[in-house]
């Protein structure tokens, strides 16, 4: 069904506030009464724009309001749609956060065998690391420093933890020194304190066109504005970046230079080499996001290497080893050490001293390299099963890579193959979830291997998928509407 603007034209009287909230808000309010229903496309934003006798941008500035709030989903060149009833976020305390990024409620299979298959987040896959788990926990029991793990702790880290944040970084062939590093919850935490030390409230952010969605939601607590880098199969481009730095006032760029989130391309050693020069040149600071480093066995070295006075390294052991330990290590210029653990402090105030003892005794002792190894043999075992299931079609999954990041063949829509991937029960992010800036995002989809509890579940929900390619017709959709 299609809603028209002669149709659906809001009165916006009823609400208060900017006009772009006040039709977010009508929205709202006209799918909870039953106005609106799953799969309507609302009017282009030009007609609704003329409808209301308000401005285009504003329009769009609504459209894009109900998206963070998860009531609607689209892409340039086909429409906007009203989403599934159970991906809104109606309460008026969604309205400034994004909501295609995380979801409170992913299914969890082991207690519901019947849910629908989750290929949506990036978790590494496989129950590694439990029975470890135990044993440090029994061991710590009978530690008697124990206590003073209940103690409030620097985040600057104890001599323990900070050598255990050397040792992880040496893997990856950079330098660590105890007055460099900071131990905050996470990487996503990492990036959120350096970003806030390093970055002028309202300042901009350059990075990756299709960017990690957690980094868009740490810019808008921070009220930072992201500048989008043109890509190719390489990572960022040089000349584009030359040409975003070249305009001035960009305050710092993020970049995920091995298999970057979400199209898994890795930057050559020759392409770092090319955008450090451009770095140094411009003294831009440069904050690497290297949460995948350790998972091929042969990446380049890091970025910022290349960048000791101007480079911040943030890792973690979330796709490593755990992700529920939450621990994470931010290398940084010694001299910006405080300005990032006054970003801790002011976030998380510290890195949880349990998790982190835990964290930092498997580094030392070995564990969390034999446990990296197991997620590494596990990771390959699921990428060999997914390559035979979608041989044949055109996607990205290097080694060491996590997912799918699968390029739709033509006539399909990235949202419209998401909806059919939903009512197949399986759930999937489209690329609009990823894209910065206004230009048309690709028509692809990432495909998660990790969140399947078991390979059987996997294998059936990329079967799921290559049956929709295969056998459903994208354009009995639109002579349908």
Same mark, same amino acid.
């Given at each position: 069904m299609t809603i028209h603007a002669d149709i659906w034209a809001p009165d916006l009287s009823r609400f208060e506030g900017p006009k772009y909230r006040a039709i977010a808000d009508a929205v709202s309010a006209d799918i909870r009464d039953g106005v609106l229903k799953p799969g309507d496309r609302l009017p282009p934003q030009r007609e609704l724009a003329w409808q209301l006798k308000v401005t285009v941008g504003t329009v769009t500035r609504a459209y894009q309001e109900a998206e963070r709030r998860g009531l609607v989903g689209g892409e340039v060149g086909r429409g906007t749609f009203v989403r599934p009833m159970r991906d809104h976020s109606l309460g008026s305390k969604s309205t400034s &956060? =994004? *909501? %295609?990024?995380?979801? @409170? %409620?992913?299914? %969890?299979?082991? $207690? $519901? =065998? $019947?849910?629908?298959? !989750? &290929?949506?987040? !990036?978790? =590494?896959? +496989? %129950?590694? +690391? *439990?029975? $470890? @788990?135990?044993?440090? &926990? &029994?061991t710590l029991s009978q530690d008697p420093r124990l206590g003073q793990l209940l103690w409030y702790q620097a985040p600057t880290g104890n001599p323990l933890h900070l050598q255990a944040a050397e040792t992880w970084m040496a893997k990856r062939g950079l330098s660590a020194p105890p007055d460099t590093v900071v131990i905050s919850s996470g990487a996503h935490n990492g990036i959120l304190a350096t970003l806030a030390a390093i970055c002028r409230s309202g300042g901009r952010v350059a990075t990756e066109r299709l960017v990690y969605p957690g980094l868009r939601a740490i810019a808008r607590l921070l009220g930072l504005e992201l500048v989008p880098i043109d890509i190719d199969g390489e990572g960022i481009m040089p000349d584009a970046l030359r040409q975003v730095l070249a305009t001035g006032g960009i305050d710092a760029v993020y970049t995920v230079p091995t298999l970057q989130n979400p199209t898994n391309v890795t930057q050559s050693e020759e392409r770092r080499d090319a955008l450090a020069a451009i770095f140094r040149e411009f003294d831009v600071p440069v904050v690497e996001d290297d949460l995948f480093g350790l998972l091929p066995e042969d990446a380049p070295t890091p970025l910022t290497a290349r960048l000791p006075d101007i480079g911040y390294y943030v890792t973690s052991l979330s796709k490593s080893v755990a992700p529920g330990l939450r621990v994470g290590f931010i290398r940084g210029p010694a001299r910006s050490r405080d300005q990032i653990a006054a970003g801790v402090r002011g976030s998380t105030w510290m890195a949880s001293p349990l998790t982190t003892e835990i964290a930092s005794r498997w580094i030392l002792d070995g564990t969390g390299e034999r446990i990296l190894m197991e997620r590494r043999r596990i990771d390959e075992m699921r990428r060999e099963k997914a390559q035979m299931i979608l041989e044949g079609l055109d996607f990205d999954m290097p080694p060491g890579s996590l997912h799918a990041w699968l390029h739709l063949p033509d006539p399909w829509h990235a949202s419209q193959f998401v909806n059919h991937a939903r009512e197949e029960g399986v759930i999937l992010s489209a690329a609009h979830a990823f894209s910065i800036g206004r230009e048309r995002p690709p028509f692809a989809v990432r495909v998660c291997l990790g969140p399947p509890r078991t390979e059987e579940r996997m294998v059936q929900g990329l079967h799921s998928l290559r049956h929709i390619l295969d056998k459903h017709d994208p354009m009995q959709d639109q002579a349908a509407m």
């Open positions: &956060m =994004p *909501t %295609d990024w995380y979801s @409170l %409620d992913a299914p %969890d299979e082991e $207690d $519901d =065998p $019947d849910a629908p298959i !989750n &290929m949506q987040f !990036n978790f =590494p896959p +496989g %129950d590694v +690391g *439990t029975e $470890d @788990l135990r044993r440090a &926990m &029994m």
